[in-house]
């Protein structure tokens, strides 16, 4: 039976092929104008009040980053091979949403609404059933176990394959994992509580969680390498007109998930474990101090005997 057709047949040199459908576009036109007015804004005494300059960049990364794996010609051509909408999957999830998550968004966003705007938004999140549903979903437990099922689900071969027939079901798709993407990292960048053991407890947990998604993720990516089956047929004929057997495509977006995927998640678990450690020696250097100046008012109070009574 003939695979199935594909979304779209590229017409023309593949670096012209760039997508400007409204519906990505415009999005990511919105969040741009609205982080750069509150930016202006916060900035207007001066730059890095409120969002630091290195944040501000990790936003403006992100938006590039996200704009490369949707419009650019990236896009068409993971409509023709696996391992090229892998890549697009693997620039939205590792890539752009972290960048994203590390700029704080909402702070500049709600400065840049007209003050009526900001206080509905205020009075919407301050209502207690969105309240308790934030304060469920943003556990990060729960984001690791919603953003986990998303790229398993979505990886199913009847539900993937009918990314390829639908424009729907392809937005609905990568909606799941750049949104449950962008709710995971929130939870690994920003959902430390302030200081003491809370913040040691969060480190650690942060911590466990990408080694978790880098092995559950990777172990998804090892499945498609070594796999026997081909999982998802309709590729078969895009692969070839780039000269690539079905499983060699399907080996390839194995490997990309496996290993620099994998890989993104390890070497932030480092950077964040390499953070606990210096918060760790931070608190002990900080009783230390607390200690010697202790000592220090008992030795003035006491006349400068040097024995604890």
Known sequence: MAPPLLLHATTGPLWADWDLEPGIVLPLAIAAVLYARGLRLLWDEHVGRGIRL??????????????????????????????????????????????????????????????????????LTRQPAFRASWRFVSRPIVAFVIHGAAIWLWHAPALYQATLRSDTIHALQHLSFFGTALLFWWTI??????????????????????????????????????????????????????????????????????IPASFAYLVAALFLFAGWLRASEERVHEREIAREMERAQHLEIGGGDDTWS
């Open 54 to 123: 290195w944040e501000a960049s990790a936003f403006g990364a992100g938006l590039i980053v996200s704009m490369l794996a949707l419009v650019s010609p990236l896009h068409a051509l993971s409509e023709q091979l696996f391992v090229a909408h892998m890549v697009q999957h693997e620039l939205l999830m590792v890539v752009a949403a972290p960048l994203l998550v590390v700029g704080r968004p909402l702070v500049p966003m709600l400065w840049a609404l007209p003050s009526r705007a900001r206080r509905r938004v205020g009075g």
């Open 189 to 258: 960048v920003h959902a430390h509580a302030p200081g003491g053991r809370a913040r040691a407890v969060s480190f650690g947990t942060a911590v466990l969680l990408l080694f978790g998604t880098a092995l559950h993720s990777g172990a998804l990516g090892a499945l498609l390498t070594f796999s026997r089956t081909l999982w998802y047929p309709a590729y078969a004929s895009g692969a070839a007109a780039w000269r690539l057997t079905p499983f060699e495509d399907q080996e390839l977006a194995g490997l990309v998930m496996w």
